[in-house]
């Protein structure tokens, strides 16, 4: 019996489920990583920026109170910045311990000269008219900005926020706060690493939960398969608990078709066993009924004699067909060649011309030029001449039976066409059972009844296929095969 290849190196189906929940986790937390990383800087600033606009709209307002004229007084926020550097504090924000002020002030007049700046990196006087937040802040409009300081290294970066201070309707300067993203990288890289830790956390009970769902799903695979193997042994072990899932439909079916093909073994063991054993005492009839001839004279016991031979030459028939068709339906692969049609169907008219002259039959032969045939050329052979052979059956003296090969597309077609009566339209659907067989008009004999069988065993072991149709007037049969 050919061996189920289960120790050949493959993955498992198990493996195949947890790689593919992996893959699809892995792919999908990917998507997610990118989209909130991306999106957690610029929601900090915002949350950040927010905040600065208050503090620069607070400040605008205290500096409109100490207007004096057209002139900013700074320095109540001189005072102000100058007694914040000096304060000392520790302020604990969850895990982040602040010990110092690092916002930022500077204030403009107009015409967006300097007035003050607290970090006193640049003087009064200063033009800052073309810094964005000055522009747009003396033009009635919302100015922020973000700057380097090195414009080489990235954590020197200053956000700024500018507020107009104002003079009745007036814009009469411009005050913008800043603050260092330095302080904000630190927390963006602290939620990041939280972010990742907890997204590793999941990830790992992801994987957990398609182990465990992967032994679930595939357990009554693995059922299934053991069981399989086991009847491949021969143990004849019961079908094991499977479920209602597709799975135990499956084992059930399976089940169902190994009942089944037990019992056809069975029968086709009997029958090769039942041949061997009538093929001895045919022959021994045979024999003796050559033996009687030599002794007999009488013409009543010569036909005796002669109907004897007859029925034990078709038993002798009936037997090497059975033998034939279930050897045929225990093979599974055949010896597949290419062969050109022209000389194949020439030799098979010539196996017959003896039959087709004794019957005044004209085989006419329709063959496409150039046209190849693939497949086990012993067995196609045997199948055509079944079918030519009934055809020739079922034929009148004087008539005509054709036979035309072409190929259309992927597909070679072979028609046999008598002239005869045809088939009773009741018979048409069990001409391929096996032992079914309709009386020949020349003898009223029936035949094995095995020979549309073994046509149609050899067609679905090609791929291809054999049907039966009455035409007008006779039977055409049309065989179809792949090229």
Same mark, same amino acid.
């Given at each position: 019996m050919?061996c189920v290849?289960?120790?050949?190196?493959?993955?498992s189906l198990?493996?195949?489920?947890?790689?593919?929940?992996?893959l699809?986790?892995?792919?999908s937390?990917t998507?997610v990583?990118?989209?909130?990383?991306?999106?957690v800087?610029?929601?900090?600033?915002?949350a950040?920026?927010? $905040?600065? @606009?208050?503090?620069?709209?607070? /400040? &605008?307002?205290?500096? #409109?109170?100490?207007?004096?004229?057209e002139? =900013?007084?700074?320095q109540?926020?001189?005072?102000v910045?100058?007694?914040?550097r000096?304060?000392?504090?520790e302020?604990r924000?969850?895990?982040i311990?602040k010990?110092?002020v690092s916002m930022?002030?500077y204030?403009?007049?107009?015409?967006?000269?300097?007035?003050?700046?607290?970090?006193?990196?640049?003087q009064?006087?200063?033009?800052?008219?073309r810094?964005?937040?000055?522009?747009?802040t003396?033009?009635?409009?919302?100015?922020?900005r973000s700057?380097?300081?090195?414009?080489?290294?990235?954590?020197?970066?200053?956000?700024?926020?500018? $507020?107009? @201070?104002?003079?009745?309707d007036? /814009? &009469?300067?411009?005050? #913008?706060v800043?603050?260092?993203?330095?302080? =904000?990288?630190?927390?963006?890289?602290?939620?990041?690493?939280?972010?990742?830790?907890?997204?590793?956390?999941v990830?790992l009970a992801?994987?957990?939960?398609?182990?465990?769902?992967?032994?679930?799903i595939?357990?009554?695979?693995?059922?299934?398969?053991?069981?399989?193997?086991?009847?491949?042994?021969?143990?004849?072990?019961r079908?094991?608990?499977?479920?209602?899932?597709?799975?135990?439909?499956l084992?059930a079916?399976?089940?169902?078709?190994?009942a089944?093909?037990?019992g056809?073994?069975?029968?086709?063991?009997?029958?090769?066993?039942?041949?061997?054993e009538?093929k001895?005492?045919?022959?021994?009839?045979?024999?003796?009924?050559?033996i009687?001839r030599?002794h007999?004279?009488?013409?009543t016991?010569?036909?005796?004699?002669?109907n004897?031979?007859?029925?034990?030459?078709r038993l002798?028939?009936?037997?090497?067909?059975?033998?034939?068709?279930?050897?045929l339906e225990?093979?599974?692969?055949i010896?597949?060649?290419r062969?050109?049609?022209?000389v194949f169907?020439?030799?098979?008219?010539?196996?017959?011309?003896?039959?087709?002259?004794?019957?005044d039959?004209r085989?006419?032969?329709?063959v496409q030029?150039g046209?190849?045939m693939?497949?086990?050329?012993?067995?196609?052979?045997q199948?055509?001449?079944?079918?030519?052979?009934?055809?020739?059956?079922?034929?009148?003296?004087?008539?005509?039976?054709?036979?035309?090969?072409?190929?259309?597309?992927?597909?070679?077609?072979i028609?046999?066409?008598?002239?005869?009566?045809?088939?009773?339209?009741?018979?048409l659907?069990?001409?391929?059972?096996?032992?079914?067989?309709?009386?020949?008009?020349?003898?009223?004999?029936?035949s094995t009844?095995?020979?549309?069988?073994?046509v149609?065993e050899?067609?679905?072991?090609?791929?291809g296929?054999?049907?039966?149709?009455?035409?007008?007037?006779?039977?055409?049969?049309k065989?179809?095969?792949?090229c």
């Amino acid at each position: 019996m050919p061996c189920v290849r289960d120790c050949e190196p493959g993955v498992s189906l198990r493996l195949r489920v947890i790689i593919t929940f992996a893959l699809l986790m892995a792919a999908s937390f990917t998507v997610v990583i990118r989209l909130i990383l991306s999106d957690v800087r610029p929601r900090y600033l915002e949350a950040v920026e927010e $905040a600065m @606009v208050d503090t620069a709209e607070f /400040i &605008a307002a205290m500096l #409109s109170k100490s207007l004096e004229g057209e002139d =900013i007084r700074t320095q109540d926020i001189e005072a102000v910045m100058e007694a914040v550097r000096k304060r000392s504090f520790e302020a604990r924000i969850y895990n982040i311990v602040k010990r110092g002020v690092s916002m930022q002030v500077y204030v403009t007049d107009a015409r967006g000269m300097l007035l003050y700046d607290s970090t006193g990196r640049h003087q009064a006087g200063e033009d800052f008219s073309r810094w964005r937040d000055v522009y747009l802040t003396l033009r009635g409009r919302y100015g922020a900005r973000s700057t380097r300081a090195v414009a080489t290294d990235a954590s020197t970066q200053v956000l700024f926020v500018a $507020a107009p @201070v104002r003079k009745d309707d007036r /814009i &009469a300067g411009v005050v #913008s706060v800043g603050k260092p993203t330095n302080s =904000i990288s630190f927390l963006i890289d602290i939620a990041k690493r939280r972010f990742l830790f907890s997204l590793l956390i999941v990830g790992l009970a992801a994987l957990a939960v398609s182990v465990a769902l992967s032994f679930w799903i595939t357990r009554p695979v693995k059922r299934l398969i053991d069981w399989v193997l086991s009847v491949q042994r021969g143990e004849g072990r019961r079908l094991p608990p499977l479920g209602t899932s597709e799975i135990g439909v499956l084992g059930a079916a399976m089940e169902e078709m190994q009942a089944r093909l037990e019992g056809k073994n069975y029968i086709e063991d009997y029958v090769r066993a039942l041949t061997h054993e009538l093929k001895s005492p045919l022959t021994g009839i045979k024999g003796a009924g050559e033996i009687l001839r030599d002794h007999v004279t009488d013409g009543t016991d010569l036909k005796f004699l002669d109907n004897i031979d007859s029925e034990v030459n078709r038993l002798h028939s009936l037997l090497d067909r059975m033998l034939q068709l279930s050897r045929l339906e225990n093979v599974r692969a055949i010896n597949r060649t290419r062969f050109g049609a022209q000389v194949f169907f020439q030799s098979l008219a010539d196996s017959f011309h003896a039959r087709l002259t004794a019957k005044d039959i004209r085989l006419e032969l329709e063959v496409q030029d150039g046209l190849v045939m693939e497949g086990d050329e012993l067995l196609l052979r045997q199948a055509v001449g079944n079918l030519l052979a009934n055809a020739l059956d079922f034929s009148p003296a004087g008539t005509l039976i054709g036979i035309r090969a072409v190929k259309a597309g992927d597909k070679l077609g072979i028609t046999v066409r008598d002239h005869g009566a045809g088939i009773p339209d009741f018979a048409l659907a069990k001409v391929f059972d096996k032992f079914f067989s309709l009386s020949r008009p020349d003898t009223g004999k029936k035949s094995t009844g095995l020979g549309l069988p073994f046509v149609a065993e050899v067609m679905a072991l090609h791929g291809g296929s054999v049907c039966l149709a009455n035409a007008d007037p006779g039977l055409e049969a049309k065989i179809e095969l792949p090229c």
